[in-house]
């Protein structure tokens, strides 16, 4: 078993096992996010509902109103003919034929690929290679798309996909440690917003077990979620 160091014991000191509210909860994270780098936040809900039934299946994309404080290459698939100058400036990589050739080699220097609906069947074959890696474009994820420049502005601002793993567990991104407290407290209540109001229809009784928060070296700090309003 890992020793732990002073720094990671104090911080695990600081936290006293009961609910927070939320603003107590990201204030005691900001305070215990003392590695010497800027550390991620995150959140970590673990919800009633059994995946492997169609009717309690959680999936969805949300727009964090602060970003996440982390820049992602967006690659945008979509016919040639169709591909313009501000399409260019918007996305980090575009292309047609050749994009998906490029991918067919294994090479991705992209961390989000948006599709117009008619490059799919040819974007089928590259399954083997993009979904192990979760880059597989698809309708939940708001990757496939009409409008390609109202979703690439989208996920510039900070669009998420968010899915419930086997468990029933949500694991988000919520920002940065450096953020003001105000940018990250309305970041979680847009989370938990996002997730109450996606409810799956084959929830019965309780659906929230459980919501923490957590800066990447820092503890696990558990939040009241009586106190959550939509």
Partial sequence: MRKLNKRTKDNIQKVE????QQEEAIRLL??????????????????SIDP???DQQLRSTLILPKGTGKKKRIAVLMPLESITPEYKQLADIIGSDDLIETITKGQINFDILIATPDMMPKLAKLGRILGPKGLMPSPKAGTVT?????????FKKGKVEYRADKTGIVHLLLGKSDFPEEDLLENLE????SIENNKPPGVKGRYFKTFYICSTMGPAIEIDISAFKL
């Fill in 17 to 20: 096992k009961r609910l927070y």
């Fill in 52 to 54: 492997k039934y169609s």
């Fill in 190 to 193: 847009t989370v938990y917003n």
């Fill in 30 to 47: 900001k305070e215990t996010a003392n590695a010497n780098f800027v550390e991620s936040v995150e959140a970590h809900i673990s919800l």
């Fill in 146 to 154: 009409t409008d390609v420049k109202l979703t690439l502005e989208e």
